[in-house]
C-alpha cells in the first residue's frame, strides 16, 4: 500500500513539474537568480528557447524589499505594466511610454505613488525621480507591476533598465543597453519576471 501511494505522490510531483515546464515552453520568462551582494544571473527564456544569459545588478543592499528606499530588489513573480524609454521605442508591442523633461516615477505619500506620470500633464510638483535625468538608465526600460495596489511606503517604481555607471540599483534589475533591447524585441506583456536567491 505504502509503495502504491508512494508512487502516486511521485507522479503527481512530476505531473506538476511538467505543467510548469509546459508552461515556460510556450511563454516568455526573465529570470533573476544566483544573487550574490548587489550582482545576479539573468536568464530570458522565450517558447522554451534561451535567448541569453547575462550578469545584471540589482538593489544595492541585495534582495528581500520591505519597504520605500531600502534599496533593496523585490522577490517574487512580476508582470509588466509599459515599456518606457528616453530613446524611441525599439520595436516592442508593450505599451510605450516616452520619456521627456517632465516624465517622474514618483515616490510621494500621494494619489501618485507608484505610477510613472507627466508632473506637467497632471499638475504635481513632483519630487521624485525625474526619469529623463537619468541616462543612460532610462533609455529603455519596461515598469513592474511590483506593489500593484501603489500603497505607500511599501515601495516604488521597481524596473527593468539599462545599468549607468554604478554597479548597483536603488532595488532595480539593470542590464546591458543591448540586452535590453533584445527583451523589448522579444517580449510583449505576458512576460512572466521571477527574482529569487
Not at 6 to 23: G, Q, R
Not at 39 to 61: C, E, M, S, Y
Not at 131 to 145: L, R
Request: charged residues 20%.
Amino acid at each position: 500500500m505504502l509503495a502504491v501511494i508512494l508512487t502516486l505522490c511521485i507522479a503527481n510531483v512530476f505531473t506538476a513539474c511538467s505543467n510548469e515546464d509546459n508552461a515556460i515552453q510556450k511563454g516568455q520568462l526573465l529570470k533573476v537568480y544566483d544573487v550574490q551582494g548587489s550582482t545576479a544571473k539573468a536568464r530570458l527564456t522565450v517558447d522554451g528557447k534561451v535567448l541569453f544569459v547575462t550578469d545584471v545588478w540589482i538593489g544595492k543592499n541585495g534582495i528581500g524589499k520591505t519597504g520605500e528606499g531600502d534599496a533593496k530588489t523585490p522577490t517574487g513573480t512580476f508582470r509588466p505594466l509599459s515599456a518606457f524609454g528616453i530613446k524611441p521605442n525599439p520595436g516592442t508591442t508593450m505599451p510605450y511610454i516616452n520619456v521627456t523633461p517632465t516624465t517622474y516615477a514618483c515616490d510621494e505619500d500621494c494619489e501618485y505613488y507608484n505610477k510613472i506620470i507627466d508632473a506637467a500633464a497632471v499638475g504635481h510638483e513632483c519630487k521624485g525621480e525625474e526619469m529623463y535625468a537619468y541616462q543612460p538608465q532610462y533609455n529603455y526600460g519596461i515598469a513592474t507591476d511590483f506593489n500593484k495596489e501603489c500603497i505607500y511606503p511599501e515601495g516604488s517604481n521597481i524596473f527593468i533598465h539599462v545599468k549607468g555607471t554604478k554597479s548597483y540599483t536603488g532595488g532595480c534589475i539593470a542590464f546591458d543597453e543591448d540586452r535590453m533591447v533584445e527583451i523589448l524585441k522579444n517580449c510583449d506583456m505576458s512576460l512572466v519576471i521571477t527574482v529569487k536567491e
